[in-house]
């Protein structure tokens, strides 16, 4: 379990293999605190800690992972957020997250206001009942606020605010138009949409 807070902004060093890859990941985590095993959320996404060095650990993702996320794009040199599992008695500053995705979204917008930037994120029209204005959404592992919401023909458009300090403590620091960022909804939406298709 995660919050959407992220603590480091690691490095992709290297993805080897052809159909599971193995992930190795610079960090400025202190290595000798993370046992063989732990979850951490690597842009959102929910990985397991194989192997580790100094400054890097190492994650084998899944075919499965890969083709419903975009860690099928990382490359070496690619900017990864990263957040440890969470451990009872810390502080939630952002909001219950699971590091299970639940589609990926093209960023159609990037606008600059004053030191902030309005981001737009088409997300598929099948996951539009997921999101409301005010809501909570995890993007590429960090927990952020929409501000707005647009029900369009091939989406639903989702726009949030990315203040200076999160565009300094996250990857966001490079976004662009085209990118493709890994969308987990709210958890209580999830379930909220399931019961309603079980009315």
């Keep these: 379990m995660f919050t959407g807070i992220v603590t480091d902004v690691g490095m992709i060093e290297s993805v080897e293999g052809d159909g599971d890859v193995r992930a190795t990941i610079n960090t ?4 000798s605190s993370i046992e063989i ?26 075919r499965e ?24 008695g810390d502080e939630l500053g952002g909001h219950i997250v699971t590091g299970h995705v ?36 995890t993007l590429n592992g960090v927990s952020l606020t929409v501000n707005k919401i647009d029900d369009l023909d091939e989406g639903t458009s989702v ?4 203040i200076p300090h999160t565009q300094e403590m996250t990857s ?5 138009v085209g ?15 399931r019961l309603q298709e079980k009315g």
């Design 28 to 31: 400025s985590y202190d290595t």
């Design 37 to 62: 095993g732990a979850s951490i959320a690597c842009s959102g996404v929910c990985l397991t800690v194989v192997d580790k060095g100094e400054n890097w650990f190492s994650a084998d993702v899944s």
């Design 65 to 88: 992972s890969l083709d419903v996320t975009n860690l099928c794009d990382w490359a070496k040199g690619d900017l990864v957020n990263l957040e440890r599992a969470m451990k009872l």
């Design 102 to 137: 639940d589609c990926v979204g093209t960023v159609t917008k990037c606008t600059p206001i004053d030191d902030s930037v309005t981001l737009e994120t088409l997300v598929p029209p099948s996951f539009g009942r997921l999101v409301s204005q005010k809501a909570s959404v």
């Design 159 to 162: 726009t949030i605010n990315l």
């Design 172 to 176: 966001f620091r490079t976004v662009k």
């Design 179 to 193: 990118d493709k960022l890994n969308v987990e909804f709210d958890i209580l939406a999830r379930y909220v949409s």
